[in-house]
């Protein structure tokens, strides 16, 4: 059995139709009326120790309830969850121990505690010694730079600051299962840089991760598997470079000429390409696909047109495909 087992697993929320104002209040509390919402609709997953998962998804399509299941916060309406061979419901204090969430949208931290104070707390909680606590807390601070954040309320941290807080919370008791669901919302270019960096050294030590983001730079470079949701359903589930490798093959080779060249002769040096002008008579870009020709080929075939002054290539990125998954552009086959 994986790590982390979801078979079939849902969850439905049920919201009151309530028609707006005190009419509509009074009228509710006579016939009431509510529709039936499935967040997580029949969901398999099978996650193995030591995976990083990459789950994505429009917004609203049911992320952040699946973490909720996955970690016990809600209990589902039918299916079944199993975290090394655990229930998240009925085995809640030993998988406590087991697993670390984080929220990137609300902060786990206590609002009128300095953030020592809340560390402290869940150092007792997770019953962590003093001296494992001091360690831990100080390799936190070589990457997160905690000193600055520790004496600060909860309610009074900045952003950045209270996501480095969380961060530490979550991971403080060292679990080997950690979901981070939108952990670089909201965070400035550096400090994204340092805690993706983090995450990197939380992966490399062993830690199952599960991670959702509408940020796919969170994703690139971090997990190698990747899972796609839609209004509830696992519409993708498979490698990420695969993915890219099967439906980003466009390359971009972008070109700098010393001659102005005709687009026609270009085109005719290079059948099957896309030719497009650029912003001056000497710089053109040239579409292609990877499969079909290298960059390589193409730079040779233009040589004898003219001199190269300066070419470079740009790849689509995983956000490409994504974007044109979740427009319904892209069918992916789920695995
Ligand atoms: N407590 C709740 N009560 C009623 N409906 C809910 C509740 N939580 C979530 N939903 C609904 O379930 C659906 C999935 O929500 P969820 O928060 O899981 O989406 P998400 O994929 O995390 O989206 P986002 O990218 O915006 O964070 C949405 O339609 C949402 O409105
Ligand atoms: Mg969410």
Redesign the pocket.
Known sequence: MALIEARQLTKT?R?PDKDPGLRGAVKHLFVRRFTD?V?VDHIDLSIEAGEAVAYV??????????VKLLSGILVPTSGEVRIDGLSPQRDRIALAHRIGVLFG?RTQLWWDLPVSESLAVLRDIYGIDHGTYRKRLARFDDVLELGEVLPVLGRKLSLGQRMRADLTAALLHAPPVVYL??PTIGLDLAVKDRVREFFRTVRDEGTTVML?S?DLGDIEGFCRRLVI?DEGRIIFDGDLQAVKDAFARERILNLETETALPLEAVRSALPGATVEAGETPLHLAVRFDRFVMTAGQAVTALAPLTNLVDFHVDEPSIEDVVRRVYSGELQLDAA
């Open positions: 929320f919201r919402k967040a998804g429009p917004n609203g399509a049911g992320k952040s309830t699946t949208q669901d939108e959702t509408h949701i």
